[in-house]
């Protein structure tokens, strides 16, 4: 029996690196984190403006609120351990980001080397939210509509596509010359011949972001199908698969990494097309929202709409790196986020 | 780990009359087309392997072993001769044999238990093997694992995966290609005592590709050597030792002398 002693001692070695319990430090971070928040918004109320902005005492008093929450975490971080921790790691990028917004406050509303009403202080930002959430909230709504619809169309379209393409050469024959000829013409070349030819805009809309997306997603599937390791199919055909087995249960299961990277380039492309749709037709959404702002002179609006774009599209990003994280178990995707 | 996982499960489970097959192997070439040039592989080969019979293929690297293997799987078809099962040609894959390739090949997608599940579910009789994949991963000793996915295991325990995929299937015959190449030299000591184990409980015919000439004395029950590219037939022995074999006997060294010989690496020896 000695010589089995080997895999026995294998067997218990562990599955997965066990993360050892860190020691919440009492490193002083957070303090200065929030020391620079509390500055920022002393600069905030105490500078006196060159000019009337509203919201700017409100700004002050939120810049100060988020600072005694960043104490109030330091200081109990015995119970908030998670929340401390990931604040704890953030603590220089919370300092760096309070120093950027009182530099923007400084130079647009306290020296006036910015020139109004072009790019206004945070507190016109903060008074946009304010006074127009309720339509921010339906543009955001209307744009996230119409992506979910276009993407998960044109990444179904996507799919099939380059799935058939790589699988079979009788459709990949007429498949091919139709993805060398269309793909590289971006969708928003077409927007001109879409907002006319299509019924309502939101399917014109829907139809520009599906094509956005068709093009890498069916592009990476065909090289992916085509890229699975023929022993794969080898061991499956050696234990009794049929065709449809290795399509079904090889072939794209191998697949799914390159789909994923394919709808990660495609989303950039698919949201540029997007927003520009809903600029020049859709007339809902982030786009409209943004072509609103602009033709009224609505310049806290603006600001506020991209900067609720960066976090919404991040999301939206992050969201589709989760699902494949969660799709993809036990295979190393290439992107990560 | 196989002795005592055998003595666990009981004796009707395990006593499936599973004898192995024969293979006749009659005049075999085959060749591969490289950048326009033919390349000759197999050289007019024939071998009759008997039902039960463990039979060892030892020859030089890329002479052309693995390629017979695939030829036996009936992943492809010889350019000339013919392959038979039980006096059958052979015609394509078969899940009654079974390979254990030169890489494990586990899908990263499906954890142990669904990679061994894999013939199975292929042919479409998951549901009354459940039991049967269980008990095959219980016998490569990776029972706790199942639910583990191949990147978390060493690269010994994947291999025993391969096997355990294998023989999930209870293949007539079970062809092996180089399956311990790659463990550690414990590891490989005690796999090779379980192969033994396996083939004796089960009465498959196996087929064993190996590089190491103690490896093949030591498992077969005859060892065939391959010449150099394109593979001919060189020696064909039988290995006539009771098992449980000892790796100090003195008639396998003398074995293995003239192994090495036909190999021609006498002089280093
Ligand atoms: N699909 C293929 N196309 C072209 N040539 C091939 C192909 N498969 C194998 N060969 C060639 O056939 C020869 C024999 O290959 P094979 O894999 O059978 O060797 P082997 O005896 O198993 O070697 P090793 O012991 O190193 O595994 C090699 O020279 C290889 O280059
Ligand atoms: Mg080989």
């Known amino acids: 029996m000695s010589n089995h002693s080997a895999i026995e001692t294998i067997s218990t070695a562990e599955i997965s690196p066990i993360k050892r319990a860190s020691t919440l430090s009492a490193n002083p971070e957070l303090i200065y984190a929030a020391g620079a928040w509390a500055v920022s918004g002393v600069i905030t109320l105490l500078w006196p403006n060159t000019q009337e902005f509203e919201r700017t005492t409100d700004l002050a008093v939120l810049q100060w609120i988020f600072a005694a929450l960043l104490l109030v975490v330091h200081v109990f971080r015995g119970q908030l351990a998670g929340l401390f921790r990931k604040l704890h790691y953030n603590a220089w990028r919370l300092v760096a980001l309070a120093v950027l917004l009182s530099i923007w406050q400084v130079a647009s509303a306290k020296l006036g080397l910015w020139p109004q009403p072009y790019f206004p202080p945070p507190q016109g930002v903060l008074d946009a939210y304010i006074k127009d959430y309720v339509r921010l909230a339906d543009s955001i709504r209307a744009s996230l509509i119409l992506l979910f619809f276009g993407v998960g169309l044109g990444a179904l379209a996507g799919f099939l596509t380059g799935l058939s393409t790589g699988w079979s050469p009788r459709v990949g024959y007429w498949t091919i010359p139709f993805l060398r000829l269309f793909g590289p013409v971006p969708a928003t070349a077409l927007i001109p011949i879409v907002l006319f030819v299509f019924p309502t805009s939101f399917s014109g809309g829907a139809f520009l972001v599906a094509l956005a997306t068709w093009f890498p997603v069916a592009v990476l599937t065909w090289s992916g199908v085509s890229s699975v390791d023929s022993s794969y199919y080898d061991v499956a055909r050696t234990l009794g698969a049929k065709e449809r087995f290795l399509l079904l249960k090889v072939a794209i299961p191998a697949t799914l990494p390159h789909l994923f990277v394919g709808l990660f380039m495609a989303l950039g492309g698919a949201i540029s097309v997007l927003v520009v749709a809903e600029m020049l037709g859709v007339k809902a959404g982030l786009g409209f929202y943004l072509d609103w702002a602009q033709g009224w002179a609505a310049y806290g609006h603006l600001y506020g709409a991209l900067i609720v774009m960066a976090v919404l599209f991040s999301g939206v990003t992050t969201l589709l790196f989760f699902v494949r994280d969660r799709v993809l178990v036990g295979q190393s995707g290439g992107v990560q986020w | ?269």
């Open chain 2, 1 to 269: 780990m196989v002795a005592s996982a055998l003595a666990q499960t009981s004796p009707e489970t395990l006593a499936r009359p599973s004898a192995g097959a024969s293979l006749d192997i009659d005049n075999v070439s085959h060749a591969f087309n490289l950048d326009g040039s033919t390349l000759h592989v197999l050289d007019h080969v024939s071998f009759d392997v008997k039902p039960g019979e463990f039979v060892a293929l030892l020859g030089p690297s890329g002479c052309g072993k693995s390629t017979l293997l695939r030829l036996i799987a009936g992943l492809e078809p010889p350019n000339a001769g013919a392959l038979k099962v039980n006096g059958q040609t052979i015609t394509g894959p078969d899940p009654s044999r079974v390979v254990v390739f030169q890489d494990p090949t586990l899908y990263p997608w499906r954890t142990v238990w669904r990679n061994v599940a894999l013939g199975p579910e292929a042919q479409g009789k998951l549901k009354e093997s459940r039991g049967r994949v269980d008990e095959a991963i219980d016998l490569v000793g990776l029972g706790q694992f199942s639910k583990a996915y191949p990147h978390q295991l060493s690269g010994g325990m994947a291999q025993r995966v391969a096997l355990a995929r294998a023989l999930v299937n209870d293949p007539s015959i079970l062809i092996l290609d180089e399956p311990l190449g790659k463990l550690d030299s414990l590891t490989r000591l005690t796999m090779q005592s379980e192969l033994v184990s396996l083939w004796q409980e089960k009465g498959f015919t196996a087929i064993l590709v190996t590089h190491d000439v103690e490896e093949a004395l030591f498992l077969s029950t005859r060892v065939i050597i391959f010449s150099n590219r394109p593979a001919r037939i060189k020696a064909d022995f039988e290995v006539d030792l009771p098992y449980p074999r000892h790796r100090g006997d003195p008639r396998l060294a003398e074995l293995r002398h003239r192994s090495l010989a036909e190999l021609g690496l006498d002089s280093t020896w």
